[in-house]
């Protein structure tokens, strides 16, 4: 028996992000073969752009092959460089999932990194990031209709987010105080040089996180698996969400463990006397 091996010639996405002087990525147009993790998936439509990286760089791909993609995924993916209004994307992708793990934390920035200077914010583009203590300008709630709202830290340096129609974040009340925004960070810059437009992109509502603790309960949706355990760590309930909403729990506290996808959340449910319920 012949066990043909195909050759796997994967390369460092920071090999994806060297750039000429005017910011075009000096492999554009190359087949190339990388492999990391999922950072973002079809938070951003079911083409994406989703966004990979590995212990240093990120790279975004936008293709309709992320639809089978989770955040965390560990995978090998081959595709075309392509430069889209300065972001580098892999087009044309092949997908081969070997495990889900833990996505890597968000690495911390500021906003000034987020500021255009020749080069350097680049080395960003496409990563899952962290930036702590800033406030929105913006008040209301978050609009299909407006892409970009402002942040501020302390020192009064601003920056834009982006917010994508495509996310759970439309129609939901933009955050007032100071909060950390995790997200990736993308470019939109329609001529050369491309060394300008950079922003970043929250995935899901959840991303805002207020000193109060997580803006929103991000993973209860109706296609979620939750968990229900009574206060002896009873399970009394395992299956989606939507099911759940008419289950009739008896009056109590529980804990609950929502799986949304990849993510996992843990909530106290406090179930009070409803009469019209009752035995
Ligand atoms: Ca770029």
Redesign the pocket.
């Known amino acids: 028996m012949w066990i043909i091996l195909s050759l796997l010639n994967i390369i460092p996405i920071a090999d994806i992000r060297e ?1 000429d002087a005017t ?1 075009k990525p000096l492999k554009e147009g190359e087949l190339v073969e990388i492999t990391g993790i999922i950072t973002a998936s079809v938070q951003f439509g079911d083409r994406g752009p989703a966004t990979i990286q590995d212990s240093s760089f990120g790279v975004a791909l936008y293709d309709d092959k992320v639809s089978s993609l989770n955040i965390g995924d560990s995978v090998i993916i081959s595709g075309k460089v392509t ?1 889209y209004n ?3 994307e892999l087009t044309s992708i092949t997908v081969n999932v070997l495990e889900n793990l833990t996505p890597p934390d968000p690495e911390e920035i500021t906003v000034n990194d987020l500021s255009e200077r020749d080069g350097y914010t ?1 080395l960003y ?1 496409s990563k899952l990031v962290v930036i702590r203590n800033v406030t929105i300008k913006e008040e209301g709630i978050f609009k299909d209709s407006v892409y970009n709202y402002t942040i501020e830290d302390k020192n009064g340096d601003t920056a834009l987010i982006y917010i994508d129609k495509d996310t759970d974040i439309i129609g939901k009340e933009i955050p007032q105080g100071s909060v950390d925004i995790i997200g990736v960070v993308s ?1 939109y ?1 329609r001529s050369s040089p ?1 060394w300008e437009g950079y922003e970043l992109k929250p995935r899901m509502y959840a991303d805002f996180q207020s000193h109060h603790g997580i803006v929103d309960k991000g993973l209860i949706r109706n296609s979620s698996v939750v968990k229900v355990f009574d206060i002896n760590g009873r399970l009394v309930y395992n299956g989606k969400y939507a099911d759940f909403k008419d289950y009739n729990l008896k009056n109590g506290i529980y804990f609950s463990v929502f799986k949304y996808k990849s993510e996992l959340s843990v909530k106290k449910l406090i179930v009070v006397e409803d009469k019209s319920n009752e035995d």
């Open positions: 750039n910011g430069l300065g972001l580098t680049e583009e470019q810059d491309y």
